[in-house]
């Protein structure tokens, strides 16, 4: 099930939440990993560091995209991006493809999703046409609270961009889509295992 909520000015919305990853990302910048040397390897057979070992599940979620280039053709772009990244990890479609058009002056477009059970992860894909310059999302969990946002400034975002979001709560989710800069035709779809 995917359906669309309703409008709104919600753009006040959005720079919360953002200010709010913002501040977390910050908080987090300040602290300091001990050297790899030190880390503990994550089994007592394992050459590798956990930090050697999240690297390497990041790059594989991230490799999918690294060579992207949009073509400026919003369905088009969202499709090339799902079938390159889409399937990494088994995951599959859940929801239809959505498209839609709006400008930066435009309130934020809302889309729901259900969440069947905890446990279950999940990976949003969108692309904006040639005339949209910075296209964000960001999801919410079933009690408001934002779960993940894109901080890129681009027209194709992946979000969580370095890993799934695998979210602890079933529910009804929101994803909100805004043209941040620019104006036009998106498309977006939701994968998840």
């Not at 839609?100 to 990976?123: K, L, M, N, W």
């Amino acid at each position: 099930m995917f359906g669309r909520g309703p409008g709104a000015s919600g753009m006040a919305t959005l720079e919360v939440g953002l200010a709010s990853v913002f501040a977390l990302l910050g908080a987090s910048a300040c602290v300091q990993s001990p050297p790899p040397s030190v880390l503990p390897s994550s089994s007592p057979t394992s050459t590798a560091s956990p930090r050697t070992e999240d690297a390497a599940a990041r790059t594989r979620w991230e490799s999918c995209y690294g060579t992207f280039s949009p073509a400026g053709d919003a369905p088009g772009d969202l499709s090339r991006l799902v079938r390159d990244c889409g399937p990494t990890g088994g995951m599959r479609a859940i929801t239809v493809v959505r498209s839609g058009e709006q400008s930066e002056d435009d309130a934020i477009d809302r889309y729901t999703f259900e969440v069947p059970s905890a446990g279950h992860c999940y990976r949003v894909y969108a692309a904006g046409d040639g005339a949209v310059k910075d296209l964000d999302l960001l999801l919410r969990g079933p009690s408001g609270n934002a779960v993940a946002s894109d901080l890129t400034h681009d027209s194709w975002p992946v979000l969580p961009a370095r890993h799934p979001a695998c979210l602890s709560e079933p529910g009804l989710y929101m994803l909100e889509v805004s043209v941040f800069k620019g104006s036009g035709h998106y498309a977006l779809q939701v994968w998840g295992r």
